[in-house]
C-alpha cells in the first residue's frame, strides 16, 4: 500500500478541486474527474483529460476499485453475492438483492467486526481494519458495473459496525448522495448499529435524512448482554434514550432488528416484554413515535450452535406484537441457495488461505 499517495475517491469534490489547484490545474478539472471515477472509470483511462495531468495523478495519487474474488448467484431469487478484493488483499461481501422498486445494495464498513455478537459470522476473528470511504464507494461501484444495472438503494448491513468507524462512514454518506456521483437519495440509505450510543447522538446532528436500524434482539438486559457484549456498555435503557433522541431531533422513522433464537428469544412472553418495552420507553401520550420491528430468523452459523426458529414461533411472535400495536413483519429471506447473510463467505475464503 502506498500510504503516502492520496486516495482520489475518498475525495469530496472541494478536497478534490482543492488537490488539482495544489497542482497548478483549473479547477474545473475536479468535476471531469468526479464524475468519471464515480462511473468506475480510472484517471488514466479518461478521455477528457490530457498525459501530463494524468502523470501528475500517477505520481501522487492512487484510484481503486474493490476486484471480484468470487461471485454467487441465486438460482431462485437473482440475488448477487460477492467477495471483493480491496487493495491491500482483504475482502469483504456484498450482496445486490432484486426488488420491484429497484436494487438494493448491502455492503460491509469494515474487515471483520470487534463487537461480538454471538450469532453473527462476521465477527468470528474480529475486526481487521476500517474500510475507506473509497472502499464502501467501491463495492456499489464494482457491483453496479458488474450487474449493469443502477443500484438505487444502500443498506449498510454487511461485515462491520458502521458507527465503529464513523468519520469514514460519514465522509461516504456524503459522498455517495452527491448529485454527480452516485447520487443515491438519503431516504434510500439504511445505517444498522447493534447500538454504538455516543455515535447514534453524534449521527442525529449530521443532517443526514437516512433511515437508522437498530440491532435489538433483546427485550431485556440479561438476555442481550448474553448475544451482544455491547449491551454491558449501553444497556437498553440508555439505547432506547438515544433512539428518542434521535427521532426527536431528525424525524426519520428508525427500525428495530430482531434475530429469532430458538430457545433463546423467541417466545410468546418476550414477544409481549418486547412489546411494552418499545411502547413505554419510546411512546408517550403526546408523541407516538413510528416503531417497526423486522423479525429475522437466525442466520445458522456452525460456531454458535444457534438454531432458527420454527414458522410456527415466528407468527406467534409477529402476531403477538402487532396485536399490541407494535408493527413486525418477517424479512423475506434472499438468497437463500447461495448463504447471502454476510459474513460466511469471507470466513470460508480466510479458512482456505491458511489451509
Known amino acids: 500500500m502506498e500510504e503516502k499517495k492520496t486516495d482520489l475517491l475518498s475525495l469530496e469534490l472541494p478536497e478534490l478541486e482543492a488537490l488539482l489547484v495544489s497542482m497548478g490545474e483549473p479547477k474545473y478539472r475536479a468535476e471531469q474527474i468526479f464524475?468519471?471515477?464515480?462511473?468506475?472509470?480510472?484517471?488514466?483511462?479518461?478521455?477528457?483529460?490530457?498525459?501530463?495531468l494524468k502523470q501528475k495523478l500517477a505520481d501522487t495519487a492512487y484510484f481503486h476499485i474493490p476486484s471480484i474474488e468470487k461471485k454467487l448467484v441465486s438460482a431462485i431469487d437473482g440475488t448477487v453475492k460477492y467477495l471483493f478484493a480491496m487493495r491491500d488483499g482483504n475482502c469483504?461481501?456484498?450482496?445486490?438483492?432484486?426488488?420491484?422498486?429497484?436494487?438494493?445494495?448491502?455492503?460491509?464498513?469494515?474487515?471483520?467486526?470487534?463487537?461480538?455478537?454471538?450469532?453473527?459470522?462476521?465477527?468470528?476473528?474480529?475486526?481487521?481494519?476500517?474500510?475507506?470511504?473509497?472502499?464502501?464507494?467501491?463495492?456499489?461501484?464494482?457491483?453496479?458495473?458488474?450487474?449493469?444495472?443502477?443500484?438505487?438503494?444502500v443498506v449498510m448491513m454487511g461485515i462491520g459496525e458502521p458507527l465503529d468507524n464513523y468519520d469514514n462512514v460519514v465522509k461516504f454518506l456524503h459522498l455517495v448522495g452527491n448529485e454527480k456521483g452516485l447520487n443515491i437519495g438519503y431516504r434510500h440509505i439504511s445505517l444498522s448499529t447493534c447500538g454504538v450510543v455516543d455515535k447514534i447522538n453524534r449521527l442525529a446532528e449530521e443532517d443526514l435524512p437516512i433511515t437508522l436500524s437498530i440491532s435489538l434482539h433483546a427485550s431485556d438486559d440479561e438476555t442481550r448482554s448474553s448475544i451482544m457484549p455491547i449491551n454491558k456498555k449501553w444497556?437498553?435503557?440508555?439505547?432506547?434514550?438515544?433512539?428518542?433522541?434521535?427521532?426527536?431531533?431528525?424525524?426519520?422513522?428508525?427500525?428495530?432488528?430482531?434475530?429469532?433464537?430458538?430457545?433463546?428469544?423467541?417466545?410468546?412472553?418476550?414477544?409481549?416484554?418486547?412489546?411494552?418495552?418499545?411502547?413505554?420507553?419510546?411512546?408517550?401520550?403526546?408523541?407516538t413515535m413510528p416503531i417497526h420491528v423486522?423479525?429475522?430468523?437466525?442466520?445458522?452459523?456452525?460456531?454458535?450452535?444457534?438454531?432458527?426458529?420454527?414458522?410456527?414461533?415466528?407468527?406467534?411472535?409477529?402476531?403477538?406484537?402487532?396485536k399490541k400495536g407494535i408493527r413486525a413483519t418477517v424479512r423475506r429471506k434472499l438468497g437463500a441457495d447461495i448463504n447471502a447473510s454476510c459474513g460466511q463467505l469471507r470466513r470460508a475464503h480466510e479458512d482456505n488461505k491458511q489451509n
Open 92 to 153: 469483504v461481501e456484498s450482496v445486490v438483492m432484486k426488488y420491484k422498486h429497484g436494487n438494493t445494495i448491502c455492503i460491509s464498513s469494515q474487515v471483520g467486526c470487534r463487537m461480538g455478537c454471538a450469532f453473527c459470522a462476521s465477527t468470528i476473528g474480529g475486526k481487521v481494519r476500517d474500510l475507506l470511504p473509497s472502499e464502501l464507494l467501491g463495492q456499489i461501484i464494482a457491483a453496479q458495473n458488474d450487474g449493469g444495472e443502477r443500484i438505487s438503494n
Open 35 to 52: 464524475v468519471q471515477m464515480h462511473r468506475g472509470v480510472s484517471p488514466e483511462d479518461m478521455t477528457n483529460i490530457g498525459k501530463a
Open 235 to 287: 444497556n437498553i435503557d440508555a439505547l432506547l434514550c438515544a433512539c428518542r433522541d434521535y427521532f426527536a431531533k431528525t424525524g426519520r422513522r428508525i427500525s428495530f432488528e430482531y434475530t429469532l433464537i430458538a430457545g433463546k428469544n423467541d417466545s410468546v412472553a418476550a414477544a409481549s416484554k418486547l412489546a411494552e418495552l418499545l411502547n413505554r420507553r419510546l411512546r408517550t401520550r403526546s408523541e
Open 294 to 322: 423486522n423479525l429475522i430468523p437466525v442466520n445458522e452459523v456452525s460456531e454458535s450452535g444457534f438454531t432458527h426458529s420454527g414458522k410456527e414461533a415466528v407468527d406467534k411472535f409477529a402476531a403477538t406484537l402487532n
